[in-house]
């Protein structure tokens, strides 16, 4: 199994609030991503890294921002919580080559009151 | 707007029959398609890939199929045992690797 963790696994936070999720790999992958599941959508990219500081958004990005400060680290964070950012974040990675398979994490389930 | 389609929620099979799940795509620049199995409460898992310069991918009892004319992939799955049961997405991506889209989803039942 790819070494990758997410944390925390559930929260639940009030809308208003900032919220930031952790996704840590040990496998010193250079792409690292942020999906977020919702029934009638499958997964949706939110924002994706290609290194140390490098990022970019993806189709879903509004009211989210990531950082990663250093290879194993990407941070997601939600400056404002939102009822409409209720949802199963995944973090996701993938080395560099021609085989494009990413690895997952196991989830963190935020629910936004 | 949805880039990549599976227009089967969900997907009831025999235990030994062959599964089929399908997947649709509106972009040309789609170079390379996967998928995923998904069990409840845990991560997406790879399962297998095909490049758009094939049109087919065997990985023992999976097997993928690209019509790149019709931008249509299917998965298919010989014999279909119940652990297989799951919800399958496929994925997409241009040549880049580095945006992927996914389709919503098949959940797939195999019943002893």
């Known amino acids: 199994d790819a070494g990758i963790t997410q944390s925390p696994r559930h929260k639940v936070t009030e809308t208003g609030t900032p919220v930031t999720l952790r996704c840590h790999q040990t496998?010193?992958?250079?792409?690292m991503y942020w999906y977020r599941q919702d029934p009638g959508h499958g997964l949706r990219l939110i924002h994706y890294?290609?290194?140390?500081?490098?990022?970019d958004k993806g189709e879903v990005s509004d009211g989210y921002s990531v950082s990663r400060s250093k290879t194993e680290d990407f941070l997601l964070t939600l400056e404002s919580a939102t009822s409409s950012q209720t949802s199963v974040y995944f973090c996701?990675?993938?080395?560099?080559?021609?085989?494009?398979?990413?690895?997952f994490g196991p989830g963190t389930r935020l629910t936004v009151t | 707007d949805q880039q990549v389609k599976q227009n089967s929620p969900s997907l009831s099979v025999q235990e030994g029959r062959i599964s089929i799940l399908n997947c649709d795509y509106t972009?040309?620049?789609?170079?390379?398609f996967l998928w995923y199995k998904k069990y409840p409460a845990e991560g997406p898992t790879f399962l297998i890939s095909?490049?758009?310069?094939?049109d087919k991918n065997e990985d023992g009892r999976f097997t993928v199929f690209l019509n790149k004319s019709a931008k249509h992939l299917s998965l298919h799955i010989v014999p279909s045992q119940p652990g297989d049961s799951a919800v399958y997405f496929c994925a997409a991506s241009t040549n880049t690797g580095n945006q992927f889209y996914f389709g919503t989803g098949t959940s797939l039942t195999v019943i002893p």
């Open positions: 996701a990675i993938r080395g560099v080559g021609l085989r494009y398979e990413q690895y």
């Open positions: 496998e010193n992958h250079r792409y």
């Open positions: 972009n040309s620049m789609f170079d390379y």
């Open positions: 095909i490049s758009s310069i094939k």
């Open positions: 890294s290609y290194g140390v500081k490098d990022t």
